[in-house]
């Protein structure tokens, strides 16, 4: 009678498998391990063993003694511009600048890659996409020439046009401009590299979560904003993430380039790199090798600061959506 009742006889329960451990990992893996040992090696050899040198940012670097011998400072090198009245507004221009190329090249990169997304020629939008991209192997030098080209006040074409309507505007000596021009140059030139990343993870969905929508009379508009923005809120918020480990690193050489030697430009648009890179090139203006380490120092330390604060945020608010 007691045996057939379901559920009143007690069933022994599966063995629990007992961990196994890296090594045997290995041992049941062998080539992925070996093909990885290159990476691994690489990242040894240059990222991790040169971290070492960090200590130069606080001493007073001497080549003829070397790195351990040369006399130690503290922080020294770090009061110098942190100090300084100058490097205080060029870092707060730097992080100005930085989270102001994060928002307009997210804001355009997912907005180009949802576009595209929708355009039904798949050889229209791969002539698209390719016309976009190709900016991006445009190196600097070749964007300050068109950059001259477009705004200087003697024979630049804006100006000449602006002229022509009895406005006589000079965009070298109008300092507020600046951020506008910096940051559609930015955008021009990384907008279709950076929507690869987001055009990948709407065509790699399912086609049916859309064509149920369809069904369901969702217009397009609707579509992009409760299937295809969704999908890639993972992929927006690790990026964004990411991206937060360069606050205070901007792409030096696109001031210098474009803005130069222009001290009334300065005000607006310049940063700690370009700044940097100005006073390695011009004579007797080197910033010495221990300052400079420390400000390369201070940049990195801010980053990591910055990925781990918005890492917690986020763990917190949305843990399935942190990256450790």
């Known amino acids: 009678m007691n045996n057939g009742v379901i559920g009143l006889t007690k069933t022994k329960g599966k063995p629990k498998k007992k961990r196994q451990g890296w090594i ?87 907005g180009l890659a949802l576009l595209l997304s929708e355009i039904g020629s798949k050889y229209f939008k791969k002539i698209s996409h390719s016309l976009i991209f190709l900016p991006y192997f445009v190196s600097w030098v070749v964007v300050s020439f068109i950059a001259f080209a477009l705004f200087n006040n003697r024979a630049g074409m804006l100006p000449a046009l602006l002229s022509s309507i009895g406005i006589n ?16 140059a930015t955008v021009w030139k990384s907008v279709g590299y950076g929507s690869i990343i987001y055009l990948a993870v709407i065509t790699g969905t399912d086609p049916q979560l859309h064509e149920s929508a369809r069904v369901d009379g969702a217009s397009v508009w609707q579509r992009i904003w409760h299937v295809s923005l969704p999908l890639l809120r993972p992929t927006i918020i690790l990026l964004t993430i990411m991206s937060l480990a360069g606050i205070l690193s901007t792409n030096g050489e696109m001031f210098f380039q474009l803005v ?31 300052q400079l380490a420390a400000l390369g120092f201070f940049q990195q330390f801010i980053g990591f600061v910055m990925i781990m604060l918005v890492n917690t945020i986020v763990k917190v608010i949305a843990p399935e959506r942190a990256i450790f």
């Open 24 to 110: 045997h990992d290995i041992k049941t893996n062998p080539y992925l391990y070996v093909m990885m040992l290159p990476a691994l090696v690489y990242w040894i050899i240059f990222n991790y063993i040169p971290t070492g040198g960090v200590i130069i940012a606080f001493k007073e670097f001497r080549f003829d003694l070397g790195i351990i011998r040369s006399p130690w400072v503290g922080m020294d090198n770090f009061r110098i511009f942190l100090g300084n009245e100058r490097f205080i507004n060029l870092i707060r221009m730097t992080a100005f600048y930085s989270i102001a190329f994060m928002f307009v090249g997210l804001v355009t990169s997912v």
């Open 169 to 184: 505007f000079n965009f070298y000596t109008t300092p507020w401009i600046w951020p506008f021009i910096l940051t559609g």
């Open 260 to 290: 130069g030697n222009n001290v009334m430009l300065h005000r607006t648009a310049d940063t700690i790199d370009a700044h940097i890179l100005r006073s390695i090139l011009m004579p007797g203006g080197a910033i010495r090798f221990e």
